[in-house]
């Protein structure tokens, strides 16, 4: 059974740092590409990042490169996002899913198993 739990959410003030984590389970995130989205009240989901399948390359909206990271470890089959420099309009759900097939990578018709999503809230 195909499983995605996401954690690592919380409050944290602006400038600050938070890691969130996306752990599979029933398949290997070595050989998917995994993707980020976020969405915040009123707003459609948006594609913050992706990591596809061993050695590949990696994708982030332009809104945060420079300031997020997406990495993936094998041997826990566990993908995370670190983000960094948070600012209030960073505040959303956030919801790790599994690229079922196809491109853009921020298309979110295109992932076919999602988690529950973690809540990030940046304020002072």
């Known amino acids: 059974q195909v499983q995605l739990v996401e954690s690592g959410g919380g409050l944290v003030k602006p400038g600050g740092s938070l890691r969130l984590s996306c752990a599979a389970s029933?398949?290997?995130?070595?050989?998917?590409?995994i993707g980020w989205f976020r969405q915040a009240p009123g707003k459609e989901r948006e594609g913050v990042s992706c990591i596809t399948s061993d050695e590949g390359p990696t994708y982030y909206a332009d809104s945060v490169k420079g300031r997020f990271t997406i990495s993936r470890d094998n041997a826990r089959n566990t993908v995370y996002l670190e983000m960094n420099d948070l600012k209030p309009e960073d505040t959303a759900v956030y919801y790790c899913?599994?690229?079922?097939?196809?491109?853009?990578?921020?298309?979110?018709?295109?992932?076919?198993?999602w988690g529950q999503g973690t809540q990030v809230t940046v304020s002072s």
């Open positions: 029933g398949f290997s995130t070595r050989y998917y590409a």
């Open positions: 899913a599994r690229l079922g097939y196809g491109t853009p990578w921020n298309d979110p018709d295109l992932y076919d198993y």
